[in-house]
């Protein structure tokens, strides 16, 4: 698995129904959705994602047409990755998109913090 062999923390789904669930109990700063993935429809994983409380960034692996797997919004969409994939340039996307997703959370936090002072 590309996420071991780079160091990336990950949680591995054997079916959308096992993402979703996972969705469901964890957060995440990035969900990699593989179209192929068994007992799922991915407008189902990606609508789940977009209203998340904190929405993780998607990278959808496809051997489709880039876009034509979605029948929904794709604003939950990142990037899209069509297959076969170099795991090395996978793996450091997938790492700067988490990277981006902690910072943008940070800074978020950082404006809720100065929103809650009291006014002098």
Same mark, same amino acid.
């Given at each position: 698995?590309?996420?071991?062999? %780079?160091?990336?923390? @990950?949680? #591995? +789904?054997?079916?959308? =129904?096992?993402?979703?669930?996972?969705? /469901?109990?964890?957060?995440? &700063?990035?969900?990699?959705?593989?179209?192929?993935?068994?007992?799922?429809?991915?407008?189902?994983?990606?609508? %789940?994602?977009?209203? @998340?409380? #904190? +929405?993780?960034?998607? =990278?959808?692996?496809?051997?489709?047409? /880039?876009?034509?797997?979605? &029948?929904?919004?794709?604003?939950?969409?990142?990037?899209?990755?069509?297959?076969?994939?170099?795991?090395?340039?996978?793996?450091?996307?997938?790492?700067?998109?988490?990277?981006?997703?902690?910072?943008?959370?940070?800074?978020?936090?950082?404006?809720?913090?100065?929103?809650?002072?009291?006014?002098?």
């Amino acid at each position: 698995m590309i996420t071991e062999r %780079y160091g990336i923390d @990950a949680d #591995d +789904a054997a079916s959308g =129904i096992e993402c979703l669930d996972l969705l /469901r109990r964890n957060r995440y &700063d990035v969900l990699v959705i593989d179209v192929s993935m068994q007992s799922a429809n991915t407008a189902d994983l990606l609508d %789940y994602a977009r209203r @998340a409380p #904190d +929405a993780p960034a998607v =990278i959808v692996l496809t051997r489709m047409n /880039r876009w034509s797997f979605l &029948d929904t919004d794709i604003a939950a969409v990142h990037c899209v990755v069509g297959k076969p994939f170099e795991p090395d340039v996978t793996a450091a996307m997938i790492a700067s998109v988490a990277a981006t997703v902690r910072e943008r959370r940070r800074r978020s936090s950082l404006v809720m913090r100065r929103e809650d002072r009291p006014s002098a």
